[in-house]
Nanobody, 127 residues
Framework: QVQLVESGGGLVQGGGSLKLSCAASGRTFSSNAMGWFRQGPGKEREFVAAISWSGAITYYAYSVKGRFTISRDNAKNTMYLEMNSLKPEDTAVYYC????????????????????WGQGTQVTVSS
């Protein structure tokens, strides 16, 4: 079992920055590849970014590439999502998720690749 708790969400003006954290407990953190997803109002939950167990491999959704950075600190059992140049369309509840394996598969962007989820943190970007 892996327990995940997100934090760092809030209200920010367009063009601003936020850094989300995902604290993990339970199973050894470095045993899991991890991901961030988000769900905007009236939308389905969508992939944002993913990171392998070591942090050496990362993937991003096209909509956030160049603005968001995913990282992890295995010593602190924590994953991060640094979000810059935020846009109103980034408004969503952001979820962190843990995959059952250390390695990202070819379908890392699918929700069913992850079997543990946090409760989410709200990010609101004003125009």
């Amino acid at each position: 079992q892996v327990q995940l708790v997100e934090s760092g969400g809030g209200l920010v003006q367009g063009g601003g920055s936020l850094k989300l954290s995902c604290a993990a407990s339970g199973r050894t953190f470095s045993s899991n590849a991890m991901g961030w997803f988000r769900q905007g109002p009236g939308k389905e939950r969508e992939f944002v970014a993913a990171i392998s167990w070591s942090g050496a491999i990362t993937y991003y959704a096209y909509s956030v590439k160049g603005r968001f950075t995913i990282s992890r600190d295995n010593a602190k059992n924590t994953m991060y999502l640094e979000m810059n140049s935020l846009k109103p369309e980034d408004t969503a509840v952001y979820y962190c998720a843990a995959a059952p394996s250390r390695y990202l598969t070819g379908t890392y962007y699918r929700r069913n690749e992850y079997n543990f989820w946090g409760q989410g943190t709200q990010v609101t970007v004003s125009s």
